[in-house]
C-alpha cells in the first residue's frame, strides 16, 4: 500500500505567541550534564555559617575569660586568653575565605567580638593591675584605651574600601593589645608590682590607645602570598622565631609589638623625609565645576 508524507499542520500561533514562546524557551535554565553541578555551585545564601563563627565565639571567650582572670588578680592568665584571641581572631577571617562562608553577620561579629577581646579586656587587665592606684589619671587613661580600640574598629568598617591594603590606618587593635597585655604579662613574670609600674603602665596604655586612632601607616602583611614558593632561609627563619617564642613568651611577644608598635612612626617619617604622600587612603580628585 502506498505511504503518502503528510504536510505539518502550519502553526496558529500569531507573531505575538510566538515571540512570548521564544523568550520562554530562552528563560529556561540549560540542562546540566551528570557532574556538572560540582563545576557550576549554587550560590550560597546570606545566612549564619557554623565554622567562622565558631573561632569568632572562641575569640570573644577568650577575651571574657581575660576580664575574669584579671577580677581574680591572676593577671598572667589574662594576658594569655588576650594573646589567645589574636590567634583566634586572625583565624576566623581566613576560615571563612577558604571555605566561602563570607557573611554580614559574620563581619559584624568579629567586630563586636574584637571590641571586647581587644577594646575592654586590655583596659580592664591593666586598670586592675596597675592604673587603679592614680585615681582618676588611671581610669581616665584606660577609657582612653578602650574608646580608641572601639573608634578604631569602626574607622576600619567605613574606610576598608579606600585604604591601601598593603597598610592598616593606625595602629591595629590586636596589636596594640598585644602591646598592653604583653608589657602586664612580662612585668608580672618578672616579679614587678603593678602600683611600682603605673606610670609605665599609664603611658604604655596611652600610646596604645591614641596610636590606634592616627593616620600612621602599619604594614598589614595582606600582600603576602603564602601559596608561592620561598627561599629555604625563609622556613628557618618561621621556625626560629616559634622556637624563640616557646622559650621565652613574654620577653620575646612583647619585644616583637614593641617593635611593630613603633615601625608605622618609622614608615610615616620615612616617606615624609622622601617627599611621598603619607596618607594611605585613596583619594579621588573631584571634577570641577563647569562655569
Known sequence: MATF??????SKLGPIAKVMRKNKQMAQPPRLDEGDEFNHPKPRGRGIY???????TANLFCGFFAIVMAMNLKFDFAAVGIFAAMVLDSIDGRVARLTNTQSEFGAQYDSLSDMLSFGAAPALVVYEWSLRGLGK?????AFVYCAGAALRLARFNTNITVVDKRYFQGLPSPAAAALVAGFVWLMDDLG??????????????????LTMVTNIPFYSFKDVNFRKSVPFIAALVIVLIFVL??????????????LYGLSGYVVYFWRLFKGKP???VQM???PADEK
Open 50 to 56: 557554623l565554622l567562622p563563627n565558631a573561632f569568632t
Open 137 to 141: 589619671l588611671g581610669w581616665l587613661a
Open 245 to 258: 617564642i616557646a622559650g621565652d613568651p613574654p620577653k620575646v611577644l612583647f619585644g616583637m609589638f614593641v
Open 192 to 209: 614587678f608590682a603593678g602600683p611600682e609600674l603605673s606610670w609605665f603602665s599609664w603611658t604604655i596604655t596611652l600610646y596604645a590607645g
Open 284 to 286: 579621588e580628585t573631584e
Open 5 to 10: 508524507h503528510r504536510r505539518k499542520a502550519k
Open 278 to 280: 603619607v596618607s594611605i
